[in-house]
């Protein structure tokens, strides 16, 4: 992140919670952009990205956002992709390039694709990086700093603006990998989706417990549940669409978990101490090597 | 921690993996002992303990390391509690308190008890902190500021022994909390051997896939698999001996477990967007709770 050189003029950011937010102050930071734009659905997001201060203007309407921009950057709750496309479309200008963040591809492309213009170009991307805070409060400059966005072409995606988004991302601190939207919508269901189903759904179940049974939870949670309880706070109306939009994945994934839940379930009530001592020894090495590339 | 008095001459203890040295560290800073020794089972462990110089002396004998001490701190995989406590019954001096570490209180309780002689005192007792690491190497004396630490006392357990092992804990910055054994092993089960149990799985089921698909799992893992990869880096024999000893009451959680998820999984197949969100807005609360508490 050394060379200052603008890579657009004019950047609409539709959607500014945590990732767009962060996006938005990450191009001022570096300056790759001669001006920011956001603009966010709700009034109350809207006055609070002013009252903050990381863009340089905040639009009263998507059309006014998008109007002039020669980079449309898409960071809204999946199922929403469809209609911001519809409304941004005919407002898009020739040449612009328009990508997202969205955490599912295919069915994003399906939604975005059909609504830009021949003249623009859509690079459908994301950014594997996050916290489990949401809003425009929680977003920060550094949150892609050393982490991998996957951009997902497809067949007409234009080589140019590949590159474009590509140097984006890494002048904003990430590498980026090229792959098929359906693969990455596999490799995202088992090191992102399932995860987050698995600890909002042992949250759930503990807060049931711990109203029929009146169970401290909350005090033990240092015994393991409280980072079920820091995943499980992420954004639902983002996370409800994640699971609507890559579903067959999903699904797939979630049976494989579940099959190997039953095969320890087995070991523990038939007391085989020795199958689950191997199972456990063989995750440790994953842990290394999650450290070793520095994504831990 | 302010108080410097004495409460024990000569602390033994048995195991110094991650919780033992960090209560041995705890005690020394906090000189509540005149001296600490510890006996660990593994030679090399025991040169290891010597070379980092956290206690007073390292005993080559567990006969040796209880001999004279009037509080005995039993902190090892909980399966091996029993082979311990046979060991250092009858070299219990007068009048000794011995206490516990582990992390399953029913069966710990059923198979130390029965070799402590009956002039010295036992105190069964879990302090509720962690990290995924182990070894002497891991441990530090602030691991218990702030958290909870759990003693389950029995009929036979005497008042004036409850109250020792309560003060050695405040001194090290716990806050002290008393229940039944088996009220114990139901609340740890969900707060603590579920989530354990589950982050396992998961990784065990991506290092499968990894395997088999070639997928990038490792690249993404900031997407939300990290932190299971962190909680699956935990000491494998400590949780095979956990799972093996609070087997009822996690199979009994785990049935919970896995109705939810089936229930989530079935909201997911149906496209039931508004039952997702409703499920993903209600974790939060508890989060903010984990929070409030000091518990995250």
């Known amino acids: 992140m050394s060379t200052k050189k603008l890579l657009f003029d004019r950047v609409a950011l539709i959607g500014a919670g945590l990732i767009g937010s962060s996006l938005g102050r990450a191009i001022r930071q570096e300056q790759l952009a001669k001006?920011?734009?956001a603009y966010s659905r709700r009034s109350d997001t809207r006055k609070r990205l002013s009252h903050l201060g990381i863009v340089d203007s905040v639009a009263e309407s998507i059309e006014e956002a998008v109007d002039g921009?020669?980079?449309?950057?898409?960071?809204?709750?999946?199922?929403?992709?469809?209609?911001?496309?519809?409304?941004?479309?005919?407002?898009?200008?020739?040449?612009a390039v328009v990508t997202d963040t969205g955490s599912v591809k295919e069915s994003v492309?399906?939604?975005i694709t059909p609504?830009?213009?021949?003249?623009?170009?859509?690079v459908p991307g994301h950014p594997i990086a996050g916290t489990e805070n949401s809003g425009p409060e929680a977003g920060f400059a550094s949150l892609f700093e050393g982490r991998w966005c996957v951009i997902t072409p497809t067949d007409d995606t234009s080589e140019s603006a590949?590159?474009?988004v590509t140097n984006l991302w890494r002048r904003v601190g990430s590498?980026?990998?090229?792959?098929?939207?359906?693969?990455?919508?596999?490799?995202?269901a088992i090191t992102s989706h399932i995860p987050h189903l698995i600890a909002f759904n042992i949250v759930g179940t503990v807060a049931d417990l711990e109203g029929d049974t009146k169970m401290e939870v909350v005090k033990?949670?240092?015994?393991?549940?409280?980072?079920?309880?820091?995943?499980?706070a992420s954004d639902p109306e983002m996370w409800r669409?994640?699971?609507?939009?890559?579903?067959?994945?999903?699904l797939e994934m979630l049976g494989r978990f579940s099959e190997d839940l039953s095969a320890l379930q087995r070991a523990i009530r038939r007391g085989d101490a020795n199958s689950l001592e191997t199972k456990f020894t063989r995750t440790r090495d994953l842990r290394r090597r999650v450290i070793d590339a520095k994504q831990a």
């Open 241 to 250: 669409d994640v699971f609507m939009e890559n579903r067959e994945a999903v």
């Open 69 to 95: 921009a020669d980079l449309i950057i898409i960071s809204v709750p999946v199922g929403a992709s469809e209609d911001v496309a519809v409304r941004i479309g005919p407002h898009i200008k020739p040449d």
């Open 220 to 232: 033990y949670a240092a015994g393991g549940f409280r980072d079920f309880t820091r995943i499980a």
């Open 109 to 111: 492309i399906r939604a």
């Open 115 to 122: 609504h830009i213009p021949n003249s623009a170009n859509f």
């Open 35 to 37: 001006s920011v734009t």
């Open 162 to 164: 590949i590159d474009q």
């Open 175 to 188: 590498k980026v990998d090229i792959m098929t939207p359906a693969h990455h919508d596999k490799v995202l």
